[in-house]
């Protein structure tokens, strides 16, 4: 894909991590959840919107905790 080497080269390496760690977090999970949710359908007392936006709160909140590490190691580094 022509873009690839594009994209890749404007990316820093925290960008890289913080994106990572947002892909990572449920990429998997939210497929896996989709895919069991119709098998347990009858037995599940809630539907599948509540779980997606946890999932999806999930992510957020895991880049975010990257993006803070990052930026406290920057600093630490900054100051020794």
Known sequence: F????????KLTEKERAIFTAYQYAGSAVVLNTMNTQAALLPIILFAAGPVIVVLFFCKV?????????LTLEEKKKKEA
């Not at 022509?2 to 080269?9: A, D, G, I, M, V």
């Not at 909140?61 to 590490?69: E, F, K, M, P, S």
């Open 2 to 9: 022509p873009y690839t080497t594009l994209f890749r080269s």
């Open 61 to 69: 909140l895991g880049a975010n905790l990257v993006r803070l590490i």
